[in-house]
Nanobody, 128 residues
Framework: QVQLVESGGGLVQAGGSLRLSCAASGRTFSNYAMGWFRQAPGKEREFVAAISWSGRRTYYEDSVKGRFTISRDIAKNTVYLQMNSLKPEDTAVYHC?????????????????????WGQGTQVTVSS
């Protein structure tokens, strides 16, 4: 089982940037695809971005393409979400998640059901 701890959230003005970090321990981090999801008050959990276990493929929700970048540092057992040009509608609790199985590439990266480990979340608030 993998344990995930998010950090880096905070309050920023529209147009600003934040870099979220997700530190992993337990399972072999490099063998699992990783994803970021967010949940705003009164809304369902929403897919944001994902990166394959190999790091060769990334996936983004349409509204964040060109603004957010997901990456991973295997040596540090950490996945990042660089968030630029932030908008008020990006306000949410952001969670990182690990795929339920290792070495998987043929999966629905945008589906929460595909992930087996979740962090506690970090709050991102974007003011206008």
């Amino acid at each position: 089982q993998v344990q995930l701890v998010e950090s880096g959230g905070g309050l920023v003005q529209a147009g600003g940037s934040l870099r979220l970090s997700c530190a992993a321990s337990g399972r072999t981090f490099s063998n699992y695809a990783m994803g970021w999801f967010r949940q705003a008050p009164g809304k369902e959990r929403e897919f944001v971005a994902a990166i394959s276990w190999s790091g060769r493929r990334t996936y983004y929700e349409d509204s964040v393409k060109g603004r957010f970048t997901i990456s991973r540092d295997i040596a540090k057992n950490t996945v990042y979400l660089q968030m630029n040009s932030l908008k008020p509608e990006d306000t949410a609790v952001y969670h990182c998640a690990a795929d339920s199985r290792p070495y998987r590439t043929n999966y629905y990266a945008s589906s929460p059901a595909e992930y087996g480990g979740w962090g506690q979340g970090t709050q991102v608030t974007v003011s206008s």
